[in-house]
């Protein structure tokens, strides 16, 4: 008999993409063989998103076209969304099992026991039940590997589904993820990218700190580089920030969430801190690491957010100068506190607003980047390859291209920067 072939689809965060790979190597392991997402399959695995209404369709949209294309394929949904709404999804033709987030270490047990095609399975579970901890690293890039070390989130924001979706905050002990940091090291990838829900809060079930993960992971031979996949500000200390700068590991790049620039739609968000803080944080980056790369999320088109709010959000960005905004037009979702605030902003305002902080970060990416024409820095350049080309990164997310070269792929190589092209990339000239 052949092998049986599976195949991953995995929606929304870094997090996700963590969790999906692991469930494949479990997969493996067992004996089936991993395709590609567009190749035909006997079990199709779908970890969803469900951040925003636009992540939940494109969820079903994704179902329905795997059962068109494959009819006899075994269909799991597991995820924010299949936690959130299972029932939904069950009644979606083609799907066969939804596993909770708390089941969703159970998936490939659950497949295995499925006899055939038939009405779906549906394993769901409270938000209050959600406590158990599903380990995971990617794995498959030769180059850079994420690194689950967070779960859930306390914060309950207005407009936030999160804490539904995936409980509290919780986490394994330091030792758990040093150890799988050293697996990592062992498969040869250079890069470890430590990602979680709220990852500054760090240490709620075990009583560490999330300073002491990283003192722990910089020790950890044959990782290169480490970098924080998101911060909220409130957790971002200067103990943190001077460890950063004085580690020769840990980049000098960080994912900031502000969410607004005005005062009152924070409040509004229930969000943790004002702007006046936000830019203290920034302002304390910058002072030991002045090239740091800092990359911002914004929400526009909050209920109650007005045309002299949006100003306000637009200005103070335009002052801190950060490398890169991640933009997102407001999302309303089924029982958050946001639902029932009163200023609801047309989408068609939402969508005049996205577009024009876009173009302040094209602005501001550019100058960024073009800062750093005719110096060096050191790249790690991976696997994928273009027009002949390579691409890496410097430590501190600008991104480089140069000639293909098999030898460099995952290694650290000294560059200089040269020319900037229409998408922000730098060529580089190794230097080693």
Known sequence: MQ????????LGCKLNFSESSTLAREFERGGFVRVAPTAEADICVINSCSVTEHADKKCRNLIRKLHRRNPAAIIAVTGCYAQLKPQEIAAIEGVDIVLSNNDKGALFKRVVELGGK?????YSCDTDSLTSFFAAFSSGDRTRAFLKVQDGCDYCCSYCTIHYARGSSRNLPIADLVAEARQ???AGQKEIVLTGVNTGDFGRTTGEKFIDLLRALDEVEGIERYRISSIEPNLLTDEIIAFCAASPKFMHHFHIPLQSGSDRILGLMRRR?????FAERIAAVRRLMPD??????????FPGETDADFRTTYDFLAELKPAF??????SERPGTPAVDLPGKVQSSVATARVAELEGLCDRLHGDFCARAVGTEDTVLFESTRRGGMMFGFTGNYRRVKAPYDAAKVNTLCRVKLGAMDESHDLMG???D
């Open 3 to 10: 092998p049986r072939r599976v195949n991953f689809h995995t």
């Open 118 to 122: 038939g009405r779906a399975q549906v």
């Open 184 to 186: 990592i090291a062992a």
């Open 273 to 277: 801190y004002t702007t006046a803080r």
């Open 292 to 301: 740091a790369f800092i990359g911002i999320d914004v929400i526009v088109g």
């Open 325 to 330: 905004l991640h933009i997102f037009p407001f």
């Open 429 to 431: 000239e190794i230097r």
